[in-house]
C-alpha cells in the first residue's frame, strides 16, 4: 500500500529507491551558488519529475523548467510558488494557449516561432526569449550535442535578426551535458563573440543544464565566477536549469537476480535480472554508460565475473559486465547506482515488463513505499 512503511531488507523488486538526505545535500550545494551570485536554479523537470519530492526541492530551488505542456503543468501544480520556464522546439496553438497561464517565461525556438507566440504573451505579462546556438561543441556524445553541425536546437547568429529585440527580454542556451565549468566558460565567451552586442538589451541569461554542479570535482569557485562577471557586465539576471545535478547520486534501482546461464568460450557468463536497461535505465543503452553497483568491480577485478542483462526479449538489453566477490544466484539482490535521474521519467513497458515499484528513503531513514504500478498501467496505454 502506497505509504506504507517497508521493513529495510523487504524492498519491492524491482524498485527505484530516492534518497531524501543525499537530494537535500545536492540541494543545499546548489542553493549556495544562489547564494553567493545572485542567479536562480529550475529544476530541470525533464531528468527527475517524482514530484513528492517538489516540495522539498522547493525550499532550496526557485522553480521548474518544463519541456512542454505536461511538464509545465506539473510544475505549477506541485510546485506552486516556484518560477515555470519553458522551451520547446515548437509549440502548437492549442498547446501555447494552455500554457501561457502556466509559464512565467516562455522560450521560444526560431524567430517563427517568437513572432507567432510572442505578441500575445507579453500581453499576457510574461517573459519571451529565444534559445540561441552558439554553434561551439564541447563534448562527444552526439546525441546530446545541440551544437552540432545541422542541429535543429536553438537560432545561430547568422538566422538571428535584430529586429526580433522588442519581443525578447532574454536568451536561452543549453550546449552542455554533465560537463564542469570550463566548458561554460569557453561557451560563454563563443556566447559573448556571437550574441554580446544583443546581451545588454536583455533582462535575463538562462545558460540552461548540463552543468555536473554536484559532482565532487565540479569547479563551483570557477562558475560562480562566471556568473558574477555576467551579471555585473550586463546587468543580467542569470538562470540556470540543472536536471541531472539536482538529483545526481540520490537514487537506486534495487533488482534481484532470476537466472544465472551456463557459461560459453570467450564471454562472460550471464545473469538475468528483474530489471531491464531497454525498461528501466534507457540512458545505460542510449548514452551509453555503465552504471555503478554496489558490491561490484570492473570485470576481472573480483574472482565471478558476469553479463547482468535484462528480462526482456531484446537481445542488447545488457546493462554491462561486473565482478563479485562470491558466484551470483538466483534470488541475490543487486543494487544499481545513481538511478534518481533520466529513469523513472523515461521507463516503459515494453515487452510488458513491470515498472518497478517507486520507494522513499526518508531523512528518519525509514523506506516508505510511493508506488506502485501493476498490468493496468501497461494495458491504459494501448
Ligand atoms: C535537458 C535539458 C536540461 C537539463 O539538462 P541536464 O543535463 O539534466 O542538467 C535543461 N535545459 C534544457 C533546455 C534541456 O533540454
Known sequence: MPGQILPPGQLPS?????????????????????????????????????????????????????????????????????EVHVFKPAFTAAEFAELLPLADHLIFNSGQQLQKFAPQAQSAGKSCGLRVNPEFSTQNHAIYDPCAPGSRLGVR????????????????????????????????????????EFLPHMRWLNLGGGHHLTKPDYNLPA??????????????????????????????????????????????????????????????????????????????????????????????????????????QPGDQLTFEDMAIYTMVKNNTFNGMPLPAIVLHNAAGEYILHKEFDYADFKSRL
Open 14 to 82: 524491482p524498485c527505484y529507491i530516492i534518497d531524501e538526505n543525499r537530494l537535500e545535500n545536492n540541494l543545499r550545494l546548489l542553493q549556495g551558488i544562489c547564494q553567493r551570485t545572485g542567479c536562480r536554479i529550475l529544476l530541470a523537470q525533464k531528468a527527475f519529475s517524482c514530484y513528492a519530492l517538489y516540495p522539498l526541492i522547493s525550499r532550496y530551488l526557485q522553480g521548474t523548467a518544463a519541456s512542454g505542456l505536461y511538464e509545465a503543468r506539473l510544475g505549477r501544480e506541485e510546485m506552486p510558488d516556484g
Open 157 to 196: 547568429r547568422t538566422d538571428f535578426n535584430p529586429d526580433w529585440l522588442p519581443l525578447l527580454d532574454g536568451l536561452h542556451m543549453h550546449t552542455l551535458c554533465e560537463q564542469n565549468s570550463d566548458a561554460l566558460i569557453q561557451t560563454v565567451a563563443v556566447l559573448e563573440e556571437k550574441f554580446g
Open 223 to 328: 562558475l560562480e565566477e562566471c556568473l558574477l562577471y555576467l551579471r555585473q557586465k550586463y546587468d543580467l539576471q542569470i538562470y540556470l536549469e540543472p536536471g541531472e545535478a539536482v538529483a545526481l547520486d540520490c537514487g537506486f534501482l534495487h533488482t534481484t537476480v532470476l537466472d544465472v546461464l551456463p557459461a560459453q568460450a570467450g564471454s562472460p557468463q550471464c545473469a538475468i535480472l528483474d530489471g531491464s536497461a531497454a525498461c528501466h535505465m534507457p540512458d545505460v543503452l542510449e548514452m551509453p554508460y555503465r552504471p555503478p553497483l554496489q558490491g561490484s568491480a570492473l570485470p576481472g577485478e573480483l574472482p565471478y565475473t558476469y553479463r547482468l542483462g535484462g528480462a526482456t526479449c531484446l537481445a542488447g538489453d545488457v546493462i554491462g559486465d561486473y565482478s563479485f566477490a562470491q558466484p551470483l
